[in-house]
């Protein structure tokens, strides 16, 4: 009689193959999860030693060492925009403390509005900068409030700009 498994020299038992099949699937997760130590970060990012935060919040300090982001305004208007049209905005801001300014995050509450740019580096005492923001005004008509919330290392942590408009759709343009 013959051996049933004599024209399959490479068949892998059931068994066997399951938990072969298991180690090539958690080989190929851990190869594709990959776990940064951050070392790509270009010269120009900010990594943790460029952050000088002289107290966790749990524990008194002197907020007069803190820097302060200090906005000409925290709130934007587009005025009545046509759908489909991508607004702009850009805040400006002067550090008007006493020690470097380090803006960790800026995000939108919405993904219709993105934040485009902000300094990346720290901003030294008395030096001004800009974040900039743009709005996609695509499939949103009716009145619009959105917010941006900007983390930095002062007190408190994070400072709110606001962006507001009327986004009118081809339909009420025409009323």
């Known amino acids: 009689m013959k051996d049933p498994t004599a024209h399959r020299p490479f068949q892998i038992a059931p068994r066997t193959g399951r938990l072969a099949g298991i180690v090539v699937l958690l080989a190929v997760a851990l190869a594709s999860c990959r776990i940064t130590d951050h070392s790509e970060n270009g ?8 952050m000088h935060i ?5 524990k008194a300090i002197d907020k007069a060492s803190l820097p ?3 906005f000409d305004s925290t709130a934007r208007n587009m005025g ?3 759908e489909g049209v991508q607004v702009e905005k850009t805040y400006g801001f002067r550090n008007t403390g ?10 939108a509450s919405c993904g219709c509005t993105v934040a485009k740019g ?7 005492p ?6 900039t923001v743009q ?21 408190p942590p994070t400072s709110v700009l606001t962006l507001n408009g009327e986004v009118m759709s081809p339909a009420s343009e025409t009323k």
């Open 43 to 50: 010269p120009d990012q900010i990594t943790p030693n460029d």
């Open 68 to 70: 302060v982001m200090t």
């Open 135 to 155: 709005f996609n005004s695509e499939g949103r008509p009716g009145k619009q409030h959105k917010t941006i919330t900007v983390v930095a290392n002062t007190d």
């Open 126 to 131: 008395g030096q001004s900068g800009v974040i």
């Open 118 to 124: 902000w300094p990346r580096m720290p901003v030294q």
């Open 54 to 58: 002289p107290a966790s919040g749990y």
């Open 80 to 82: 009545r925009i046509a």
């Open 98 to 107: 006493k020690t470097d300014l380090v803006i960790t995050d800026v995000r």
